[in-house]
């Protein structure tokens, strides 16, 4: 059922049409007008399942533009549909100033769940999944990269990055050398087509397997690093005792004074620790 004065956050298959949901078809069927990020892509999409609409532009160059021509619409009672290339709408591409405008307006956002690379993605990579961010797209210059690789060093969750496979490999370079060869990385490259391909490994191995294939270099691509180890990973279980039998007789600080001592470890891995046992 259309409601009217409504916009429709539509997400569409990244790949495989078949994973369209039949909700989102009946929304893009029956709305006044759907707003595309590529109107040409998305006739694609509507004329493989013989859907007859209309159809309007809005992209990154012109969304700030289209805000209130929106706004308006809705106002009058009409219903839209908005959607990206492929996938769910915003995560990394056009909507988001549409939608906070329409909010602070208190009109009706309406969203019509469906596929999403980056969620896909994580959910085959074999990375913790129960804390991550997700960073959008690296950026194409090393140097960028790098820094913002480094202000990521220390993030424990699993990390989620979009990124161009052709420039995969620099990007696993600079992972090796920003955050060690031994950080576990994945990447989920053309999901749902068919040269689906899913892998991971430390990131000096996976450098060297992207480097002896060179189909790896194409397609679309969602990289995920798993997340930096807590101070607290590295603090052996016998040091582990030792403090929480200290901290039972002495204050936080003055007990992993003592343990930091006899195991030769950081006070401020054993502090966050010690608070823990209080």
Same mark, same amino acid.
């Given at each position: 059922?259309?409601?009217a004065?409504t ?23 029956g ?28 992209h ?60 896909a ?20 210059k090393?140097?960028a ?5 480094s ?7 699993t ?8 420039? #995969?490999?620099? =990007?696993?370079?600079?992972? &090796?050398?920003? %955050?060690g060869?031994?950080?576990?990385? $994945? +990447?989920?490259? @053309?999901?749902?087509k ?19 294939d ?24 016998? #040091?582990?005792? =030792?403090?929480?039998?200290? &901290?039972?007789? %002495? ?5 992993? $004074? +003592?343990?930091? @001592? ?17």
């Open positions: 059922m259309i409601e004065g916009l429709y956050i539509v997400a569409t298959p990244i790949g495989n049409l078949g994973d369209i949901t039949q909700r989102a078809l009946d929304i893009l069927a709305v006044d007008v759907i707003a595309c990020e590529d109107t040409r892509h998305t006739q694609k999409l509507l004329s493989h399942f013989t859907i007859k609409n209309n159809t309007m532009s809005l990154d160059h012109n969304e700030r533009q289209r805000q209130d021509q929106i706004a308006s619409m809705l106002t009058e009672g009409k219903s839209i549909a908005l959607v990206s290339d492929a996938g769910t709408p915003l995560i990394s591409d056009p909507g988001f100033h549409i939608v906070k405008h329409l909010r602070q307006q208190e009109l009706n956002v309406v969203p019509i769940p469906g596929a999403c690379a980056a969620i993605a994580l959910s085959v990579s074999g990375l913790p999944t129960d804390r991550f961010t997700f960073e959008g797209f690296l950026p194409s090393s140097g990269r790098k820094t913002v690789l202000a990521l060093e220390n993030e424990t969750r990390m989620v990055f979009y990124d161009a496979p052709r420039r #995969a490999l620099d =990007t696993v370079e600079d992972i &090796v050398s920003v %955050l060869g031994d950080r576990h990385v $994945a +990447i989920a490259r @053309e999901l749902t068919t040269f689906e391909t899913v892998h991971s490994d430390s990131a000096e191995n996976l450098k060297t397997w992207l480097a002896q060179p189909n790896q270099l194409k397609g679309e691509m969602v990289l995920m690093i798993e997340g930096a180890k807590k101070d607290t990973e590295s603090i052996s279980p016998e #040091a582990q005792a =030792t403090l929480k039998l200290l &901290v039972a007789e %002495l204050p936080p600080k003055k007990a992993c $004074a +003592i343990t930091a @001592e006899i195991y030769s470890l950081k006070k401020k891995a054993l502090y966050d620790l010690a608070l823990s046992l209080k």
